[in-house]
Every structure is written in C-alpha cells, then in structure tokens.
C-alpha cells in the first residue's frame, strides 16, 4: 500500500487550469476588442511598441532565465511528489515522561509484526500494513490478498477482532481507524478485484 500524490495533483491543476482559463478568457477579450473601454493600449491593432521596449532591457533576459529556473524547480518537485511513497509513522515514543525512560518503536517493526500476524488467517496469501499516527492516536492501514474461495466475512472479523486487537495492544492505546483493502488473488480466468473498507 503506497500513498499517492492524488490530492496534490488536484490542488495544482486546479489552480493551473485557473490561471490558464484566465489567460485564455483575456486573449478572447482583447481579440473582439472588448478590452478598449479599460485599457485601449491592449487592443487588438494597437502598436506593440512599449511591449518591445520593455523586452529589449538588458535584464529581460536575466528575468526570462530567472522564471524559467523557477518553472524547473516546480516541475522536478511535482515529478518527485508523483513517486509512490509509504507514509509510516515517527518512532513511537512509548513512555509520557522521558524522566523515566524512553521507549522508541519504529513503526514499521510493528506494522510488519501485523502483517505476519494477518498471513497466518485463512485463506489469506499476503498482507502489508501501514501504520501512521502518534503513539496515543494510532491508524493502521492493512491491504490483504486474499484467495477467491475465501470467507470474505471471517476475514474481515479476524482483521478486526485480532489482529487489530493485538497492534493497539502492542501499542499500549486503542487504534483511532483502521482502513482495510482486501484483493483478490488473480486467476488465469479472473481479473484482480479489490474493496476497501474504512
């Protein structure tokens, strides 16, 4: 279970289809001359000659590079954000007063103690856990393969009852959501299916 950068590439397309559609609506006005009444210097025929004035200053250039260097950045950290990632949490700090002791579990050791835990139910093939949160508000998110001739039921009660009891357990605090995407395994006659169950 890899996390994806849907949510981002909503918010900035979002607002690139705005400043596009922006741009695309003045190009529109200043073509049937709607723009004369407020700015007669943008209108179709007028002269460009302030235009190329302004773009042959000798830092026009230096400005050009500039925001080409920025649109670069942008578009190397969006195609960075693109890669799957897994999203699991901080070490756990096990103890609320330091002064005693501290405690660190990685939480990856735990959500790999969860998914051994989930392969030993039937009917099961594999499972991956996440595990993301603090120590007091723990979520785990499981995604489980499971053999198509499985009790999808069973499978969901064990997950729920067991194995989720026995992460808070590990985790000394009750899990605040647990998210479960159960797959089916492929057959040669049979595409891969999946649910998910939050």
Request: proline letters at 4%; aromatic letters at 2%; glycine letters at 8%.
């Amino acid at each position: 279970m890899r996390r994806t950068a849907a949510a981002a590439n909503r918010t900035g397309l979002i607002i690139l289809g705005i400043i596009v559609l922006a741009l695309g609506l003045a190009v529109l006005a200043i073509g049937f001359g709607l723009t004369a009444p407020v700015a007669p210097a943008v209108e179709a025929g007028a002269d460009l000659g302030p235009v190329a004035s302004v773009l042959a200053l000798p830092y026009s250039a230096l400005i050009a590079v500039v925001a080409a260097l920025i649109l670069a950045v942008i578009g190397l950290r969006w195609l960075s954000v693109q890669v799957p990632r897994k999203d699991f949490a901080k070490p756990f700090r096990m103890q609320a007063d330091a002064r005693t002791g501290l405690t660190t579990v990685n939480a990856e050791v735990i959500a790999e103690a969860v998914a051994a835990d989930l392969e030993s139910t039937e009917g099961v093939s594999d499972a991956q856990a996440i595990l993301r949160g603090t120590a007091r508000n723990p979520e785990l998110l499981i995604h489980i393969d499971a053999d198509e001739r499985a009790d999808i039921d069973a499978i969901i009660a064990d997950v729920a009852e067991r194995a989720a009891g026995n992460a808070a357990v590990a985790l000394g605090a009750p899990l605040s959501a647990v998210a479960l995407e159960i797959g089916i395994a492929r057959t040669r006659s049979r595409r891969q299916r999946s649910v998910t169950i939050q």
